[in-house]
């Protein structure tokens, strides 16, 4: 009998130790190595900014208006700015929200508008684990501003309805004018979502910005960004 109460202790023990260590590798080691991945890919982005700004481009064609370029799935091409969460807050913007993107920092939804033009440039991004970039996303407020850069330019968004709460099945709130967002006309939207609640992903958390303004990189940090 004390053999069979000693080695059920010891499962328990056991158990115990393996819950603990799963939790410690959820909360701490996967945040660790999706700051680093994140960052990586910010640096991947600088660097290929860098080149592009040394390499002289050839001017387009008079009176047609530069076509931006197609993002490539899986790759970074912008980085997000959110004043009100940190003012070291910055999280690269990838091509596509599946889950293997997401590791590495935010993700455009495919079928919304590219960043800047005309549409609904929707982005998702982790609430929890790999680095919780939307850890915090509870805490933003109608007028906050929402900063992307794709390395020419500077976007400034602000936002004017959320956090708003949805279920997962509402892909209604990325459409081009989201219906629930109080927008009636086509304009130059950006959607953020996340899950809620904090540990789950019952729901969905949402936010809506109209573009503010913009301005080239060269003319320094926009307003909202100057401490």
């Known amino acids: 009998m004390r053999l069979v109460v000693r080695t059920v202790s010891e499962l328990f023990i056991t158990v115990g130790t393996v819950i603990v260590l799963f939790v410690v590798y959820v909360l701490f080691w996967t945040g660790v190595r999706a700051d680093r991945v994140m960052d990586d ?51 690269p913007v990838l091509e596509g929200t599946d889950t293997g993107t997401l590791k590495k920092g935010l993700g ?63 892909i209604e709130v990325i459409d081009p004018v989201p219906r629930k967002s109080g927008y009636k006309r086509t304009g130059r939207y950006l959607t953020l979502t996340t899950c809620d609640p904090e540990w789950g992903h019952s729901h969905r958390l949402i936010v809506w910005a109209h573009l503010d303004s913009t301005q080239p990189v060269e003319a320094g940090k926009p307003e909202a960004l100057r401490r």
């Open 41 to 91: 890919q910010i640096d991947q982005l600088q660097e290929q900014w860098a080149r592009q700004t040394a390499r002289p481009t050839a001017d387009p064609a008079p009176g047609a208006p530069p076509k931006p370029a197609p993002y490539r799935h899986g790759k970074p091409f912008a980085i997000m700015y959110i004043p009100r969460l940190g003012f070291t807050w910055n999280k």
């Open 108 to 170: 455009h939804y495919k079928r919304t508008a590219q960043l800047g033009q005309r549409g609904n440039f929707s982005v998702a991004g982790h609430r929890r684990t790999y680095g919780d970039p939307f850890k915090d996303f509870p805490r933003l407020r109608a007028g906050d501003a929402v900063v992307l850069t794709d390395g020419t330019t500077w976007f400034t968004y602000r936002i004017d309805k959320g956090p708003y709460k949805t279920v997962p099945s509402d």
